[in-house]
């Protein structure tokens, strides 16, 4: 019994969605092609990113479709290290704080970020 579930995103840039899971999950490993693992073992589905559940189980994945975007693939059933409101509340604006990081320096722009203690981010981004 499969407990797969996909989600279409509008990740396209590879780079800043590593950067992005690896400020959110600082203890956990980001692998990039591999397996990511479900509930049930042997149950896989093969991705370009995979941030890894310390238990053996319970995988966050990620991977490229057709279109260039990333969809995410997880079996939720039984998942106690992330949730799905923290992804989604969480990622969305770390990935496109990352896009604008690159993006300035692209352009010979830079930045500063601040973290606030009420969990906003402010960015600003300015030319020389």
Not at 66 to 75: L, M, N, P
Not at 98 to 103: A, R
């Amino acid at each position: 019994m499969s407990h797969w579930t996909t989600i279409k995103t509008e990740f396209k840039k590879k780079s800043a969605l590593l950067k992005a899971l690896q400020m959110l999950y600082p203890d956990n490993e980001i692998v990039t092609d591999a397996v990511c693992r479900g509930y049930y073992e042997g149950q896989q589905e093969k991705c370009d990113v995979v941030v890894e559940d310390k238990t053996g189980h319970h995988d966050l994945g990620y991977r490229v479709t057709e279109d260039g975007s990333y969809e995410q693939i997880i079996d939720w059933y039984g998942v106690n290290w992330t949730s799905k409101s923290f992804v989604d509340d969480n990622l969305k604006q770390r990935y496109a704080a990352e896009v604008l990081k690159e993006t300035a320096d692209e352009q010979g722009m830079f930045y500063d970020e601040v973290m606030k203690l009420n969990g906003e981010m402010e960015l600003t981004i300015e030319s020389y």
